[in-house]
């Protein structure tokens, strides 16, 4: 299938606009924020990989409409990686990775639509991953040494053992016959400076991890 100038010159564009989109996405707010490397790799792997099959399916399809579009992004959305679990920000990550990859593949009629929705996911990314944007806020799974079903007693106990205001609980597992059991909590973490106006000195904070749990 021969491409006409102005069609050369879309794809080239559309090439370029995804490859500066991913750049931003992955090496401008992914890797400073969380130093995972072995995600770049995904990343950039699902993106060019999506790119170059949507993009060859557009040029082999010249009736390829949205139905096909979505039906790909449906395909590989079940991929699911067997090595470890993904938290929900990686997997965010994840799908505007394949989403850059799929708007540069296919394209649109307009050069301008397609860039101004690339734009628009990496800049809803930037703000919805930014540090600030509530910033005390926490998920943590843990283990508890005593099962207490009393969510009441239960709450109250987290709290101290966080130094924290707890703002909602699920039990996932309670085990009667060893006297433990297995929590998700939600909670805010307390404000540095109000810990230091308080005792006088500085205090670290509480600050367990999003993606995972004590154990």
């Known amino acids: 299938m021969s491409f006409t100038p102005e069609e050369l010159l879309m794809n080239a ?11 931003l996405l992955v090496f401008g707010m992914f890797v400073p924020r969380h130093r995972r490397r072995d995600m770049v790799v995904a990343y950039l792997g699902v993106n060019i990989g999506v790119l170059a099959v949507s993009a060859a399916l557009a040029s082999s399809l010249t009736t390829l409409g949205a139905g ?19 938290n929900q920000r990686e997997v965010a990550y994840y799908f505007s990775a394949l989403t850059l990859g799929l708007l540069g593949g296919l394209g649109t009629t307009s050069v301008w639509l397609t860039v101004s929705l690339m734009a628009a996911v990496v800049l809803v990314m930037y703000v919805a991953d930014h540090p600030r944007l509530l910033p005390r806020l926490r998920h943590q799974v843990m283990v508890l040494d005593r099962a207490e079903t009393d969510e009441v007693v239960l709450i109250h106990r987290l709290e101290r ?7 909602g609980v699920s039990v996932i597992k309670v085990d009667l016959v060893n006297d433990t059991m297995v929590v998700d909590v ?13 005792e006088g000195s500085p205090v670290s904070p509480v600050s367990p991890r999003s993606d995972g749990g004590a154990r």
């Open 68 to 86: 096909v579009g979505l039906g790909l992004f449906g395909v590989l959305s079940i991929i699911r990686l067997r090595s470890e679990e993904l």
């Open 186 to 198: 939600r909670f805010a973490a307390p404000d540095a400076d109000a810990l230091r106006t308080a």
């Open 13 to 23: 564009t559309l090439f370029l606009a995804d490859a500066l989109a991913i750049g």
């Open 161 to 167: 053992l966080l130094g924290a205001t707890v703002h």
